[in-house]
């Protein structure tokens, strides 16, 4: 079975980067889109990032201007460019792909993005 491997989570000073990059463990057509959210404890799972398979982006406004996604829909691959962070980021961070048609959908592992003041 096909999985998401995310890497490049970890701890870092208020106003630093991290860079997140997710790949898929095996081929996957019919990728649409890929996104990375985020769920910090006691909260709700949310969307950080999301793009599509012609290109589109889009953000929660709370990273706007700070995070960028990219990604490599064909070989299924995402990368997300976390700048000025801050402590509010905290959470763990989730890939996730959607194909498609039936829509299947696919979550990673998730990382811990811990952003201390």
């Known amino acids: 079975q096909v999985q998401l491997v995310e890497s490049g989570g970890g701890l870092v000073q208020a106003g630093g980067s991290l860079r997140l990059s997710c790949a898929a463990s095996?081929?996957?057509?019919?990728?649409?889109?890929m996104g990375w959210y985020r769920q910090a404890p006691g909260s709700q799972r949310e969307m950080v990032a999301r793009?599509?398979?012609?290109?589109?982006?889009t953000y929660a406004d709370s990273v706007k201007g700070r995070f960028t996604i990219s990604a490599d829909i064909a070989q299924s691959t995402a990368s997300l460019q976390m700048n000025d962070l801050k402590p509010e980021d905290t959470a763990i961070y989730y890939c996730?792909?959607?194909?498609w048609g039936r829509g299947d959908q696919l979550w990673g592992q998730g990382t811990q993005v811990t952003v201390f003041s």
């Open positions: 996730h792909l959607m194909t």
């Open positions: 095996g081929s996957i057509r019919s990728v649409y889109t």
């Open positions: 793009i599509w398979n012609d290109g589109r982006d």
